[in-house]
């Protein structure tokens, strides 16, 4: 892991009696609260300073980061450069993960349907309404799929997983992108669930028969959903988890640029899963409470250097060493309100 090894000096346990003065608060991301929980639970133990972190959705953790009513913000989608400059913040990534059709057909198991993102998109712009469909038929001539109607399943709440969800299915269909578009917001047509959160929509696709939803990835193992697979742009049909999520990865500009912006969905490559994403914290550039500042970027330092274990526990992807070092010089230029970088490492 990026410095780990030849910086064990890196001193997070003097976080704890600097910052008596106030707990770390977060809020944003539902789909990666398992993971900074974890993290904090366990950050916890070894230093005594509390985080608190609300998984209201990336786009409530977004206005409250701009508001700087928390520490940081956390969201599924980055930010451009132009708005990290209006807003004066920085964001980096904090894992990969991938956005996964789920459902609950009556024996089918999970990866034995096939979706294509065009399918995908009718079934969610409610132009498919039955699992015998023709459409989805065709691709499933071996599986005996229900006369039944489609339930579909979705947020309700501003959410960066519906985000990443809209962007691939935008990519996927004209009509989609032209009726419905991406966004943190879906006006979703008649006749679907909404629901509020990750774990609502885990919850409603278990309990109603013949349900299908999107969540994060972590939830399909946590939960043990029945997941879809989906065609990529290679043509096949591909399974979620950390080689595809890691293959859209390797074949996006996010290797070789400083930035996060761009999408990882509908990447080229054999594996790649084609809705992988990154998840995201936001960062105030300029600190207006420098001990807390300071007290989050030894959070996230350790969280790299000593949590990776943690986050491939609950089905997230590592960063890649040189994205880690890409990290580290974005949380490098926090600063104080007279311009004078933050002293949080000891290197």
Request: charged share 20%; net charge positive.
């Amino acid at each position: 892991m990026f410095l780990k090894n030849a910086v064990f000096a890196l001193l997070f346990l003097c976080a704890a009696d600097r910052v008596l003065a106030g707990d770390i608060a977060g809020a944003g991301s539902s789909a990666a609260k398992p993971l900074y929980e974890k993290w904090a639970e366990v950050y916890t133990q070894r230093t005594n300073v509390k985080i608190a972190y609300a998984p209201v959705g990336s786009s409530k953790g977004l206005l409250q980061i701009r508001q700087r009513t928390v520490d940081f913000g956390a969201s599924d989608v980055a930010l451009t450069a132009a708005d990290l400059k209006k807003d004066r913040l920085i964001n980096f990534p904090s894992a990969i993960s991938g956005v996964v059709p789920v459902v609950n057909l009556a024996g089918i198991k999970p990866g034995a349907l096939l979706l294509t993102g065009e399918v995908l998109a009718d079934i969610f712009a409610r132009k498919v309404t039955r699992w015998n469909a023709p459409a989805i038929a065709t691709l499933n001539p071996g599986l005996l799929l229900p006369d039944a109607a489609i339930v579909v399943v979705v947020r309700q709440d501003g959410s960066g997983t519906t985000y990443n969800f809209s962007d691939y299915l935008s990519k996927m269909q004209a009509g989609w992108r032209k009726n419905f578009g991406r966004g943190f917001t879906i006006a979703w047509p008649a006749g679907v669930v909404p629901v509020k959160g990750s774990s609502a929509v885990a919850a409603g696709v278990k309990q109603i028969d013949n349900a299908i939803g999107y969540v994060d990835y972590n939830y399909v193992v946590q939960e043990k959903l029945t997941y879809v697979r989906l065609k990529n742009r290679q043509g096949n049909f591909v399974a979620p988890n950390a080689q595809s999520f890691a293959s859209a990865l390797k074949n996006s500009t996010w290797l070789r640029w400083a930035a996060f912006e761009e999408m990882l969905t509908d990447k080229s490559g054999a594996e790649s899963w084609p809705i992988t994403m990154g998840t995201f914290i936001i960062i105030a550039q300029v600190a207006q409470k420098p001990e807390n500042a300071i007290a989050t970027l030894k959070f996230f330092n350790w969280a790299f250097m000593h949590g990776d274990h943690l986050a491939t526990g609950l089905d997230f992807v590592r960063l890649p060493d040189t994205m880690q070092a890409r990290v580290y010089a974005e949380m490098l230029k926090v600063t104080d309100q007279n311009g004078k970088p933050l002293h949080w490492s000891e290197l």
